[in-house]
């Protein structure tokens, strides 16, 4: 097969997001204040609201974990885009919160999606990556290197970022929980995102800003300096992609703002974006003398100030105000309502971008992937707008599900009473959900056998209810 230059990348996005959800701005604000701020209600709100940037955090239900959200995503991206599943040669999960310590997830969903659609996928790859956020990052680069090196035997590969994101109740790490999974299916001549070739850069360090020991349900964290472990290592993954642009393509460091016309940032939070839109355009203006010129006159200069000063005067200023808007605030749309999940957040962001976008024409821009995993990696790569890609983004409508029930939508706000039941279940012990599955799949039962003839202790059974 020639290997010769090929256009390669995402042809087509499924999102899921569970129905369940708490909104942080009503009953558990008022619930939570007198143990996270001393009762008061307003200085929490803000704190969520303004500080992390999130409104609402979806919740998965008794039947739901990570492996039914991503085969959820995979038939929603299957379904949206016409194909036979058969046509799938390689089926990677990028997760976190994986379901089995030995078993790759995506053998679970691959079972789920061969009984769903009555097919046979014996000779797909089902791989598992996990190193923390950025895992599906690295099973999007492994799939689109089997397509270019020609080791594909069928045109798609399915990649699928699913996390259920989940913290000790009243405690800050709450309100930056939440749950989805979002499937790439890639191939050649893809109508959505071509990846650039050779415009990728990865940054990794053996770090300790966030990690969860074996048999540990929630993470250790330490949070002012995992911000920081971020930042440092976009930064430095930035300048090694910014080096590869220039040789590839010849735009050089002092016009490379103006040669990216969207940038998609890891997602723990909205406000970390805009913490690393500060590191990333900061560093892109530092190597052109109009932009340095412009930041001095608006009060922040590189040159004296300490980097985290110099980083708060910038964002205050209106060229950095005006690029956050236009470039990366329509990312974070989706996350103000989902909340952070995890390996999914990034292509998230891609996928907030392109629906808030609908009325700018999109095709032959690049949008810029900065991809961040906790432990630590970082990977920044690009790709350009394919002309095709109306078609399939104009059928997510992702916000108009997100919307209450009560106005349209398919969500169902939690009581905290209800979200903290759903929160303390184990696997040992689901529970009853809040609404029964329907048109989904759903873990079923956990195996108890245990004896000679039969053992499957804890094995996960998963079916597609109709309801």
Known sequence: MNTAYRAIGIDSIGVYVPRLYVDLTAEWAKVRAPVLTRGDVDKLVGKVVDGVGVRRMAVVDAHQDCATLAAMAAKRVIDASGIDPRDIDYLAVGTETTVDQSKSMAAYVLGMLERHYGVSLAEVGAPQFQFACIGATYALESAVSRIRAGDNTKPYSLVIASDVSKYPLRTAGEYTQGAGAVALLICENPRVLVLERGLSATVTRDERDFFRPNGQSSAVVDGKYSIDVYLDCMEAALDAYAKRVESAIGVGADRLYEAIDAFCFHVPFPRMAEYASARVLGRLWSSSPEARARLVAEGASAEGMPRKDFERALAKTALFRSAFDQKVAPSLALAREVGNIYSGALYLGLVSFLEETRSERLAGRRIFLGSYGSGASAKVLSGLVAEPYRSLVDGLRI???????????????????????????????????VHAPRREFALERLGTSDSPERTDVGYRYYGWVDG
Do not use: K, M, W
Not at 406 to 424: F, K, N
């Open 399 to 433: 916000r108009d599900d997100l919307r209450p029930a009560a106005e349209g939508g398919l969500r169902t706000p939690l009581s905290v009473a209800e979200y903290e039941r759903l929160h303390e279940l184990s696997d040992r012990e689901r529970g009853i959900s």
